[in-house]
C-alpha cells in the first residue's frame, strides 16, 4: 500500500498525519488525519477496500433499537453499490440509509447517506469519503466523518477501553455520543444531555 506522511495541526482534534492506501487526488482536510490516513480521502482507491466489514468496533448486522420514545427502530445491513469502484455495505435504520466501505487495514469508512432532504454519495457533488470507526481507536483522535458541501461531520473518540468505543459526533451542530462495544458495535446513541437518541436492544427484549 502507497503511503506518504502528511502533518497537519488543528485545535480540536488530534492530528498525526499520514496517509491510506488510499491514494489522494488533491490535499487532504486540514481539520483531519489519523493512524497514516488521510480523511477525508477524494480519491480511494478500490485495491485498497475487501468486500465485507469485521472491523470489531463497528459490527454490522439485522437489529433492533429503541429510540427515545422506547419505539423500536430495526437496523437491516445488505450489499450496498459499489462507489467509485469501492464494495459498500448498505445500512438501513428509521428509513435513512448509509453507505459504508471499510479498507485493508481494518478502518471504516462512510461512503454515502440517503435520508428525506439530506442525500449525499461520494465523488458526486463534492462529496468525500470520511472516517467513521479506525481499526485501532485511541483517545483524542478526531477527524471528518465526511466532506459534504453545506454540512458540519466531525467526530472525536471521548474513551476506549477494552470493551467499548464513546465517540462525540457533531452533525450540523448537533453534539452526540455514540457507544461502541467490542465485538457488537453501535450500543447506544445519546444527546451530549445525556437523552437517548437509540438504544440497542437484545433478542427477546
Given amino acids: 500500500m502507497r503511503r506518504r506522511v502528511v502533518r497537519v495541526g488543528v485545535a480540536v482534534a488530534l492530528v498525526l498525519g499520514g496517509t491510506t492506501a488510499c491514494s489522494t487526488g488533491s490535499a487532504p482536510s486540514p481539520s483531519t488525519g489519523v493512524d497514516e490516513l488521510v480523511i477525508p480521502t477524494p480519491s480511494p482507491g478500490p485495491a485498497d477496500f475487501v468486500d465485507a466489514i469485521d472491523n470489531p468496533w463497528f459490527g454490522l ?5 429503541a429510540d427515545g420514545s422506547g419505539s423500536r427502530v430495526e437496523r437491516v445491513v445488505s450489499k450496498g453499490p459499489d462507489v467509485g469502484g469501492v464494495p459498500t455495505t448498505a445500512v438501513t435504520l428509521d428509513g435513512v440509509t448509509d453507505l459504508y466501505a471499510q479498507d485493508a487495514l481494518g478502518d471504516v469508512w462512510w461512503f454515502g447517506h440517503a435520508a428525506p432532504g439530506a442525500t ?7 462529496a468525500v469519503a470520511g472516517l467513521v470507526m479506525a481499526a485501532s481507536p485511541r483517545r483524542g483522535d478526531g477527524y471528518r466523518r465526511a466532506d459534504v458541501p453545506g454540512q458540519d461531520l466531525r467526530s472525536t473518540v471521548l474513551s476506549v477501553d477494552r470493551d467499548s468505543v464513546v465517540v462525540q459526533d457533531v452533525t450540523d451542530g448537533v453534539v452526540t455520543r455514540s ?18 437518541v437509540l438504544a440497542r436492544q437484545e433478542a427477546g427484549e
Avoid at 61 to 65: F, I, Q, S, V
Fill in 61 to 65: 448486522d439485522d437489529a433492533t433499537y
Fill in 179 to 196: 457507544t461502541y462495544t467490542n465485538g457488537v458495535g453501535l450500543d447506544l446513541v445519546e444527546t451530549d444531555t445525556g437523552s437517548v
Fill in 120 to 126: 449525499w454519495r461520494a465523488g458526486s457533488g463534492g
